[in-house]
């Protein structure tokens, strides 16, 4: 049996956020001209965000965000445009079954939401898990395709099944020095992250926001708020894992892709950007990259100016061709 003291620290998992409204009314509320809504596509019951005029422009966030992760770039890219911020498939209010996860699919649910809502094509603009998204979408519904730009990341490069499971030297905990990917592998393990980070999602990102961040104070603490919300439960943990372990179909199925896509595509890259350039210049013809260098992983929030000035101008241009 557990001494009393240590006992305490297993089980109390607290929450240094209570009382924080971190509830989608509210947030979308803060949107001027921006409302929820619900569809049910391929199978599931998809959650978005919608606001603006214009051409539409599909926004999907990554691993561990929701919605929210563009926030800060809607009401700009709304004057000009239909912005459509998605919960994909397992984030947010967003179902999140047991399947489906392999971004094929996930694509599928995209494409599903367009025509929906009434649209045969869009702009489509994804951050990491979204930009694995957005590619598959891109290679699947070229014709649906109205553009693709991709905040950090792109596509998941075939050498992801080499990864070490031991990095080259010992780390110094410093993580924009030591680039190692170790959550690639943790969160393809079934059911044990679950019980670890029920009740303590902030505990975890806590390490992302600190090792990813340039800025640091990118995120407020409200944010931090709302990112642990949605990741809190079993299924909210289960669901945004199940994107990772879905790797193994993603890979297989993007060999079967185009070897090059020729619509209007745009890279932003921050912390990630030489990975994106590379694999941005090998899947698309003409690419226009563009390098934040005093970003981090998440541009949109760290750097939204310079990141909604060049996506209004390369949204523009593309509505134009």
């Known amino acids: 049996m557990l001494p009393a003291t240590l006992s305490a620290q297993v089980t109390d998992k607290g929450n240094p956020y209570e009382g924080i409204d971190v509830s989608d009314e509210t947030l979308v509320g803060e949107l001027k001209g921006f409302e929820s809504g619900f569809a049910e596509v391929n199978g599931i019951q998809i959650h978005y965000v919608q606001g603006g005029q214009g051409t539409p422009v599909i926004m999907m966030p990554g691993w561990p965000q929701t919605w929210w992760a563009f926030h800060k770039i809607m009401p700009d890219i709304a004057k000009n445009h239909r912005v459509i911020a998605v919960d994909i498939r397992g984030m947010g209010a967003t179902d999140k ?55 950090d990341v792109s596509a998941q490069p075939q050498s992801t099944r080499d990864m070490r499971l031991v990095p080259p030297h010992p780390l110094t ?62 299924d909210g943990i289960r669901g945004g894992n199940g994107w990772y372990q879905a790797y193994a179909q993603d890979l297989d199925d993007q060999l079967t892709y185009p070897d090059q896509l020729a619509m209007p595509s745009l890279g932003i890259g921050g912390l990630g950007n030489g990975l994106l350039v590379e694999l941005m210049k090998e899947k698309f013809k003409n690419p226009k990259l563009e390098h934040l260098a005093e970003s981090g992983h998440y541009i949109a929030e760290e750097a939204p100016e310079q990141v909604g000035n060049i996506l209004q101008e390369f949204l523009k241009a593309a509505d134009s061709k």
Do not use: C
């Open 97 to 151: 079954p047991k399947d489906g996860y392999d971004k094929k699919n996930m694509a599928k649910d995209i494409h599903e939401l367009l025509k929906t809502l009434g649209y045969d094509k869009a702009h489509i603009v994804g951050h990491d898990i979204g930009s694995q998204v957005a590619y598959a979408y891109a290679a699947n519904y070229p014709e649906a395709t109205t553009s693709v730009t991709f905040l």
């Open 173 to 234: 905990g410093n993580f924009q020095k030591d680039f190692f990917l170790w959550w690639f592998a943790f969160n393809q393990v079934h059911d044990m992250p679950e019980e670890l980070i029920e009740g303590r999602a902030y505990i975890y990102q806590n390490w992302f926001w600190d090792s990813l961040l340039y800025k640091k104070d990118a995120l407020t603490e409200r944010d931090r708020a709302v990112y642990a919300h949605a990741y809190n439960t079993k």
